[in-house]
């Protein structure tokens, strides 16, 4: 088994299925630290919507 590491250098749990869509967000390192809520969209990555299905638990992104 070949270990694989993303583009971070962290080492990917599975690997893509072949043709599969990887995602990563390079604006999550910007240096704007945030704290998103139940429902909310990080207003620096249009396609990461927060749903953790509790209202109290909130998801704080460092920025680093």
């Known amino acids: 088994m070949t270990m694989t590491l993303d583009k971070f250098g962290l080492q990917q749990i599975c690997d893509t299925r072949l043709g599969g869509l990887e995602w990563y967000c390079d604006e999550w390192n910007n240096g704007q630290s945030r704290i998103l809520q139940e429902g ?7 396609r990461f ?12 992104i460092d920025g680093t």
């Open 49 to 60: 919507h927060y749903t953790c299905g509790q209202p109290n638990v909130g998801l704080k």
């Open 40 to 46: 909310d969209h990080d207003p620096y990555d249009s």
